[in-house]
């Protein structure tokens, strides 16, 4: 892709941490805003959501826009062409996180619960949630994506293929993000090949078998909801354009950072459910009756229920396919026996809460790296409030920008 990054700026003031991040501690934006002062800042080019229904939210397309503008035309950034840049990120608790930023193409993408093109949400999409993600887009001069998409790579032949560069950028990131470096990859056509080769027939069948569906090539880690505003946006711009201009124009592309899901500093953390003021009694009954007849070697989900638990494993679903039935059954038990589900990180902090009374709820299993692309080729998208990837401090910071138009 054509990259831009800033030249001659405070890149820690410069680069800030996705916007969905900390929606319930607007204290953490206001140090933000603190560090970034009068700086160039990507905090100018976008909304924290834990702005959303307040005063800043007001004006705040225009104010985004005018600021992408003003960057551009006041010769803030430099634009490395046709360029791939191969990120290492120290993450909060000293790991290296490696990451390769590069377009996809959104012809190729389909964020759809049937989808079968290569590049796969992970997780549904809310439809609901992008009408204002596409306000922004759709009149912005600039992309500058906290999208992170994961491949399967066990060689870990991409990244090792785009090291050796010299150097674009390389700071610490602010409030606790940890440090990050990016380096442009020496060889763009040994880069093309690696990634090509993921999917690559033979490849695909040592690493899932012989299966019956299009396997994902790329699967959505973080962003789903920036990349389907990518995609929305490309399909309403599409109508305009002529065959030519559709086969060039910049929006059909966006800019991702992709990262090797076998990468050590990639775990995946259960959000578990926990249902509030229901009448828990039969919680753990109910739920056996509902899994009747699943029961056997597999998953192990632990029903909690006033100070009460059980453990159940099951058998025949995959990871996403049992994650939608917790739901399913949480969902009927609430219609009969009133509550409210809330979505909970932690194991502990799941347990407490689910054996107090008038609570219950279940315990969901880690999922192995292993599972995520089968999962998602077999079964689709997984269901909202599947997985957490790593803590708010170490998601993708916004950094390099892309020009739409």
């Given at each position: 892709a054509d990259i831009l990054i800033p030249d001659g700026t405070d890149m820690t003031a410069w680069s800030v941490v996705a916007c969905d991040q900390f929606t319930s501690e607007p204290e953490y934006w206001e140090k933000a805003?603190?560090?970034?002062?009068?700086?160039?800042?990507?905090?100018?080019?976008?909304?924290?959501?834990?702005?959303?229904?307040?005063?800043?939210?007001?004006?705040?397309?225009?104010?985004?826009?005018?600021?992408?503008?003003?960057?551009?035309?006041?010769?803030?950034?430099?634009?490395?062409?046709?360029?791939?840049?191969?990120?290492?990120?120290?993450?909060?608790?000293?790991?290296?996180?490696?990451?390769?930023?590069g377009a996809l193409d959104l012809e190729e993408y389909d964020y759809s619960k049937t989808s079968a093109s290569p590049i796969r949400a992970t997780e549904g999409t809310v439809e609901e949630r992008l009408p204002p993600r596409v306000k922004v887009r759709m009149s912005a001069p600039l992309e500058m994506p906290h999208i992170m998409v994961f491949i399967d790579d066990p060689d870990n032949a991409v990244m090792d293929a785009a090291m050796g560069g010299r150097?674009?950028?390389?700071?610490?990131?602010?409030?606790?993000?940890?440090?990050?470096?990016?380096?442009?990859a020496p060889d763009n056509a040994k880069v093309d090949a690696a990634v090509d080769a993921l999917s690559d027939p033979e490849a695909i069948r040592e690493k899932y078998g012989d299966i019956d569906k299009a396997p994902v090539i790329f699967a959505m880690g973080d962003g789903n909801h920036s990349l389907a505003t990518a995609k929305k946006c490309w399909e309403m711009l599409k109508p305009e354009l002529s065959a030519e201009e559709r086969e060039t124009h910049p929006a059909r592309w966006a800019l991702v950072e992709l990262v090797n899901i076998h990468d050590p500093a990639i775990s995946f953390e259960p959000i578990h459910?926990?249902?509030?003021?229901?009448?828990?009694r039969d919680f753990i009954a109910a739920a056996k009756m509902y899994f009747h007849g699943a029961e056997g070697p597999g998953h192990t989900i632990k029903l909690l229920s006033g100070g009460r638990e059980e453990a159940l494993s099951l058998t025949g679903f995959t990871i996403g396919e049992l994650i939608d039935e917790c739901e399913k059954f949480c969902k009927r038990y609430m219609r009969i026996n009133g509550g409210r589900i809330d979505y909970i990180h932690g194991d502990g902090e799941a347990a407490s809460l689910a054996s107090a009374p008038g609570c219950a709820g279940i315990l969901l299993p880690r999922m192995e790296k292993s599972e995520l692309f089968p999962s998602v080729t077999q079964s689709g998208p997984f269901p909202k409030k599947s997985f957490s990837i790593g803590l708010g401090p170490d998601k993708r910071y916004y950094l390099e920008c892309r020009k739409i138009k």
């Open positions: 805003e603190k560090i970034a002062g009068c700086r160039p800042s990507t905090l100018r080019m976008m909304l924290p959501e834990a702005y959303l229904g307040g005063p800043k939210e007001q004006g705040s397309t225009e104010r985004i826009n005018a600021a992408m503008s003003s960057y551009l035309e006041g010769g803030l950034f430099r634009e490395y062409k046709n360029s791939y840049i191969y990120v290492e990120r120290t993450i909060s608790d000293g790991r290296l996180r490696r990451g390769l930023m150097t674009a950028y390389d700071f610490d990131l602010m409030l606790g993000g940890g440090h990050i470096r990016g380096s442009l459910k926990v249902i509030f003021d229901t009448d828990e």
